[in-house]
Each structure stands twice: as C-alpha cells, then as structure tokens.
C-alpha cells in the first residue's frame, strides 16, 4: 500500500459577508468575518487523510498565525508536514473574498509562499516509492508541477494531476498523468488545445463521472442536504488518490472518489469543520449564515 503525496496550495480565506458588496469607491461594514482553511492542494490532503490514506503534504506557508494554525490543523488530521516550509519571504497564500446576500462574490488572491514552493528541487524533494500516488493542481507555478511531475515519473510513482485552475502543460506533462481529473469546462480547454491526453477523468458533477470512456454514475444526495458544492471536485481527487494508493482499480477508485464528492455537498466549504479561528467575528451574523449563503462555492 502506497501513500499520497500532495503537492500544492495552502491558502487562508479570509470571508466578509456583506449585505451588498461595495461599488468602486465605495466603503460598506461586513456584517461578519470568518477565517477558514482553504487552496486546492490543502484540500486534496484533507480529502485523502479522510479517506484513510497515508498523507504527505509538500507546500509552503509563511511565519505567521495562519500559516501556523494550518500545519496545526494538517497535522491533526495525521498528515505529514514534514515537507511543508516555512517561508520567510513571503506570507501565507490568502484569498480575500467578499460575499453578499445574493451569494454574488469578489475574490482577490495572493498567492504568497505558494510561490515559493518548488524552490528547494530537486535537493529536498520528497524521496519516493512505485506504490505512491503523487497529486498536483495549478494553484502552484507551472515550472513546479512540470518538474515535479518529471521527479515523480522518474521514482515510478503515479502521477495525478488536476487541471485546475485550469492553464496549458506541455504535452510531455500531461502524458505522463494516470488520471489527468478535469471537469466539464477544463476537458473542454485541453481538447481545444489540442493536446494529447493519455488517461482523462472527467467529473460531470451531478452526473458522475467518466474515466477513459466508462463512465459511472454520481451517488444520490437528498436535495435538503445539498449545502454547497465546493468540496465536492477536491474531495473526488483526494478520495481518489487514496483508493489508488491502496491498490483500488478504475472502478473502485471512481466509485470511492463519488462517494467523498457525494459527501462533500453536505458541508460548507471546501473542507469539512473549515474553521481557522472563531466562526463568525462580528456581532449579527452565525455559523449558520455560511450555510444559507452557500459562501462555501467561492473556494471552487
């Protein structure tokens, strides 16, 4: 049984909901403020270590409290932080994200020591087995998915790699991927870039999902469960890379990734219990507000 290396994002999401969100020039008081763990790469590590996986992360956070609170909150899912650097050039990767009562949002990223991740290749890269699966996503710099895509083929271990956000990887890249994991709009740019893709995993959201043509439906959720719908492709990913490490084929692995996406729709956020410091911080606004607001489809 092999373990699953992630590779990629931490961010810290700073929330303010908002009855209107402010027009140009314009100053409006939030009605609350929410702190909450966030960045696909995180997510994925969460995902897998909730699937019974043997996690490693590999990302960057700065010397500060919310890069501290998150190696706290990874750590206590039992997943190893070894690899995750402390940055002292740059702050923890922060979204600032303004949600109002329409569930109409702004977000502005600031990538911080995401940046930096990569930058100690291939000296402190992580050493690897055939039987790891190794995950990445393009929240990072493309140079380090590419040259850690390469480090990973070149230990024989598997190589996913999740399309998203979506940017363009060298054909040599992506054929190396077993999945390349896109959605309905990312398959669509990668054949219209007209590269060439070896293994695609396509997520269809409601519709479940199709790997290398089979496809396999979604799991039922009771529509009074449906919260948001943001975990739900980081939770198929990390899900997935676990069945894989634990020697599942396409069908096992399809259906546990389902399963965690299925789940995933029954809480707000991109991780479950997504807190990284008090829920809401001003007076007038609940926990329960994160729900109705469905804030949580920003961190997509």
Known sequence: MGRVIV????????????????????????????????GKGANQAIAAARAGADVLMVGRVGDDSGGAAYLRRLAAHGIDVRHVQVSTERPTGTAFITVDETRENTIVVVPGANSEVGADWPENFPAL?????????????LPTVIRAADLAHEAGARVVINVAPYAELPPATLALADPIVANEHEAMALADSGAGVGSLLMTLGPNGAVWDGIGAPAHDVPGGLVIDTTGAGDAFVGALAAALAGGADHAGAVQAALAAGSEAVSYAGAQPDAALGPEWMSAGAAPADLAESNEGERFA
């Open 7 to 38: 590779i990629g994002s931490i961010n810290v999401d700073q929330v303010a909901l908002v009855e209107e969100r402010p027009k140009p020039g314009e100053t409006v008081l939030a009605i609350g403020h929410r702190q909450l763990a966030g």
């Open 129 to 141: 087995t055939a039987q790891d699966v190794v995950v990445l996503q393009l929240e990072i710099p």
